[in-house]
């Protein structure tokens, strides 16, 4: 891995932010952070939204404006386009 290489995600977290979303979750980046390590959940979640157009809500909390996102309530995951890391997450039949 070259030293530019660690300014994007790695496959894995994309395809664990996407996994957390289609299950319901609320991830902010501290969740990230300790569960796989990662510090571009902010990244990822524009590459979603822009590229991918997922229906991606954001919450902010706390006095620090800590963002939370979450899918939109009554997404429907087949419609959903997946970025080829997170393809498998896709439903049978559908990517």
């Excluded at 501290?30 to 590229?51: D, M, P, Q």
């Excluded at 080829?84 to 896709?90: E, K, N, V």
């Amino acid at each position: 891995m070259t030293k530019q290489d660690q300014w994007f995600s790695s496959e894995s977290q994309v395809y664990w932010c996407c996994k957390a979303l289609i299950d319901g979750r609320t991830i902010s980046h501290k969740t990230e952070i300790r569960e796989v390590r990662g510090w571009r959940l902010g990244a990822i979640i524009h590459l979603l939204r822009s590229k991918y157009e997922w229906p991606i809500d954001v919450e902010y909390r706390g006095a620090e404006n800590v963002a939370y996102y979450s899918l939109r309530p009554g997404t429907l995951l087949e419609r959903l386009t997946y970025p080829p890391s997170a393809a498998r997450l896709a439903p049978e039949g559908t990517a």
